[in-house]
């Protein structure tokens, strides 16, 4: 009766150390795990008489929902946010069947996720921590914020509306006292956090989503309009995303669309049209087109400095000789 933790090992293919972390889950989930000694080795068993009944069970693509789900924050890796979501799967996998706990972790063989360019937010748990109390308990915090323009980080008062997670990166979202303005706050630039003995109330005309709906990324302001032309090529690409609520999409004899956003900040929609190179045409704003011709061009300038610094001299004496 009952298995040692090399048994359990060998039957569930994990390591060591996550059957007694299932064993940690379990007992605090309220199975009534119990071990005993035989012979000098440790045997681990539910106590006699005990039935385990799943009061929960789960389809093939609620499992996989389950597991999409833990992929998604990744990038939180290392915060509170994340461990706390691994904590919950382990629970949920405590009230499956075996079998059903077995696929759960089986999962990463069949399917995969991945993110791009995420932050690292290991060095930020205990202001995570702190933000999230604030925000539940609507109380004001106290936070030092470096922005990127900025060598040292500004003290700043907040009421702290929203934790806002976006394009793989988590922002505070609430009222500014220095600023006495609605802010967004990167959480991986601010270097701490403390929660202040005073609360306060979220506005009445605090409308998030229609916050939301004026960001191109993250800023978020008087909307824009945005028009921009894609190139036959790029026009399927295009098509098949939702780039932001606002977006209307025209067809063009030739193939190619014409995009129209409502957005609040250009830099934004700048850095996002240099990735498509030529295949993308601003058509208005004036100001976005200027700006994104300056880009190209600065950009052009530098990589052709680069190229010619990069060439042996007699490389460049041999170009310069074929103008002459």
């Known amino acids: 009766m009952g298995r040692t933790l090399s048994q359990l090992t060998h039957e569930l293919g994990v390591t060591k150390r996550t059957v007694q972390r299932d064993i940690e889950v379990l007992s605090e989930a309220g199975f009534p795990i119990t071990s005993e000694m035989r012979n000098g080795t440790v045997f681990w068993h539910l106590i006699e008489g005990f039935r385990a009944e799943a009061p929960i069970s789960f389809t093939l693509t609620e499992q996989m929902a389950l597991y999409f789900s833990k992929g998604l924050f990744k990038p939180l890796q290392g915060s509170p946010i994340y461990e706390s979501l691994e904590s919950a799967m382990q629970k949920i996998g405590s009230q499956l069947p075996a079998q059903s706990f077995k696929f759960l972790r089986g999962l990463g063989q069949g399917i995969a996720i991945s993110s791009f360019g995420w932050k690292d937010y290991s060095h930020s748990k205990e202001v995570i921590d702190t933000l999230t109390r604030a925000v539940f308990n609507k109380f004001t915090v106290r936070i030092f914020h470096r922005s990127p323009q900025r060598e040292k980080a500004i003290e700043r008062e907040v009421n702290p509306y929203k934790l806002w997670y976006v394009n793989n990166g988590l922002y505070l979202v609430g009222h500014d006292h220095r600023e006495d303005d609605l802010r967004t706050f990167a959480v991986d630039r601010i270097q701490s956090a403390k929660l202040t003995n005073r609360r306060f109330e979220i506005p009445p005309d605090f409308n998030f989503e229609e916050f939301q709906k004026t960001a191109f990324n993250v800023i978020w302001g008087e909307p824009q309009e945005v028009k921009i032309r894609f190139s036959p090529s790029q026009a399927p690409y295009i098509r098949e995303r939702t780039w932001h609520p606002s977006q209307k999409i025209e067809t063009e ?20 049209l240099i990735g498509f190179g030529a295949e993308a045409e601003v058509l208005q704003p004036r100001e976005l087109r200027d700006v994104v011709a300056l880009e190209v061009n600065r950009l052009a300038r530098v990589q052709s400095s680069l190229a010619w610094a990069g060439r042996s001299h007699d490389e460049q004496l041999g170009f310069l000789g074929a103008f002459l």
């Open 253 to 272: 004899q030739d193939g190619s669309i014409i995009l129209t956003l409502h957005v609040a900040d250009l830099d934004e929609a700048k850095r996002w």
